[in-house]
Nanobody, 117 residues
């Protein structure tokens, strides 16, 4: 079992910045993928960004150039630096940990990001 704890959501004005963090604990392994999804009401969950252990990252087209995913050196905490936020970024963001040995996905509790003037 992997436990994920997220921090960092909140209210920000358009053009502002927020940083989300997600720390994994429990049955963590060196081979994993961590990432962030978001889900607006009535819509499917959308992959925002992902980071493979070893450093490969990917982003949704809608956030490229504005969001950056990174990890602590130990690989167990990830961050999502969100710059130039837009009202369309408003929703709940979920951290995901893909365990590449157990082939299981684990989810954080979700953190709300609101972008409004």
């Amino acid at each position: 079992q992997v436990h994920l704890v997220e921090y960092g959501g909140g209210l920000v004005q358009p053009g502002g910045s927020l940083t989300l963090s997600c720390t994994a604990s429990g049955s963590i392994v060196s081979r994993n993928v961590m990432g962030w999804f978001r889900q607006a009401p009535g819509r499917q969950r959308e992959l925002v960004a992902s980071s493979v252990s070893g450093g490969v990252t990917s982003y949704a087209d809608s956030v490229k150039g504005r969001f950056t995913i990174s990890r602590e050196y130990d690989g167990n905490t990830e961050y999502l630096q969100m710059n130039n936020l837009r009202p369309g970024d408003t929703t709940v963001y979920f951290c995901i940990y893909k365990h590449m040995i157990l082939h299981q996905d684990y989810w954080g509790q979700g953190t709300r990001v609101s972008v409004s003037s």
